[in-house]
């Protein structure tokens, strides 16, 4: 069964949810040493420059960036604590296409992530990005919740 998912994608955005979803995808893989986790994240400037209302985004982005490779630190620090091989990515754009790409390329076969994520909208079952994601992802996708 395990053998089924030997390269696992966590699409991260620091939510509680994106926790558990990594939290989940570090139990599966430490069934078997031979099985690669991939966590990403995505950042997307156009976004903070319509939440915070500017224009000029150099700034906002300089700080995502920084704040997305901080996080991504963090992170690599509690991979290394694993047998597996474990890498972190930080992509620009839109987070359920850069998400896609990547599960594409890297022809990953198990995507896990949360069902929402730093929005505090409650309402939906499942955020934008992970409902884009189920859609067009080629794999399976383990929804956190
Ligand atoms: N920028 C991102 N980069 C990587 N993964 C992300 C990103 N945004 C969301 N995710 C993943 O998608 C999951 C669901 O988050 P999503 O953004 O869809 O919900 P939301 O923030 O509650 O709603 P929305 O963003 O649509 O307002 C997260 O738990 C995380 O696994
Ligand atoms: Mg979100």
């Known amino acids: 069964m395990l053998n089924m998912f030997s390269k696992i994608v966590v699409p991260y955005d620091n939510s509680e949810l994106s926790k558990?979803?990594?939290?989940?995808?570090?139990?599966?893989?430490?069934?078997?040493?031979?099985?690669?986790?991939?966590?990403?994240?995505?950042?997307?400037?156009?976004?903070?420059?319509?939440?915070?209302?500017?224009?000029?985004?150099?700034?906002?982005?300089?700080?995502?960036?920084?704040?997305?490779?901080?996080?991504?630190?963090?992170?690599?620090?509690?991979?290394?604590?694993l047998p597996n091989q474990a890498n972190t990515h930080l992509f620009e754009g839109s987070p359920g296409a850069s998400i896609i790409d990547f599960v594409n390329s890297e022809q990953a076969d198990l995507v896990v992530m949360g069902s929402r994520g730093l929005s505090g909208l409650k309402e939906v079952f499942l955020g934008s990005v992970s409902h884009y994601v189920v859609q067009k992802s080629p794999c399976p996708v383990f929804i956190v919740k």
């Open 20 to 81: 558990k979803a990594l939290d989940t995808a570090i139990t599966l893989a430490k069934q078997d040493e031979g099985i690669l986790l991939d966590v990403i994240t995505v950042i997307n400037p156009n976004y903070a420059a319509y939440r915070y209302g500017v224009y000029s985004i150099d700034p906002i982005h300089k700080a995502q960036l920084e704040e997305a490779k901080k996080m991504l630190k963090d992170l690599e620090q509690k991979l290394s604590e």
